[in-house]
């Protein structure tokens, strides 16, 4: 079992930076592929970030590429996400996800790839 807890939402303008941050606890948390989805209202959870236990293998979705970074301090149990130049559409419920894996460099952007789920934080963007 792994417990993930988010922090870092809020309230921002467009243009403004937040990072996130994702809290494990638990069995051998670095152990895990992490990732970043996101819900917006009245849509699916769809993927932003994943990084691979190692921290070495990172894909993001197009929409993100090159605004936002993940990160992950294994010695922390902590994973980051830095967002950038944030836009209106980047408003929703940030959840960050842990999915088992055997192999260091493996990244999943499948949400049903992924075991355990935060409680999740929001952002909203908005002038």
């Known amino acids: 079992q792994v417990q993930l807890i988010e922090s870092g939402g809020g309230l921002v303008q467009p243009g403004v930076s937040l990072r996130l941050s994702c809290a494990a606890s638990g069995r051998t948390p670095n152990a895990y592929t992490m990732g970043w989805f996101r819900q917006a209202p009245g849509k699916e959870r769809e993927f932003v970030a994943t990084?691979?236990?190692?921290?070495?293998?990172?894909r993001y979705t197009d929409s993100v590429e090159g605004r936002f970074t993940i990160s992950r301090d294994n010695a922390k149990n902590t994973m980051y996400l830095q967002m950038n130049s944030l836009k209106p559409e980047g408003t929703g419920v940030y959840y960050c996800?842990?999915?088992?894996?055997?192999?260091?460099?493996?990244?999943?952007?499948?949400?049903?790839?992924?075991?355990?789920w935060g409680q999740g934080t929001q952002v909203t963007v908005s002038s």
């Open positions: 996800a842990a999915a088992a894996v055997l192999y260091d460099i493996i990244t999943f952007r499948e949400r049903s790839r992924y075991d355990y």
């Open positions: 990084i691979s236990r190692n921290g070495r293998s990172i």
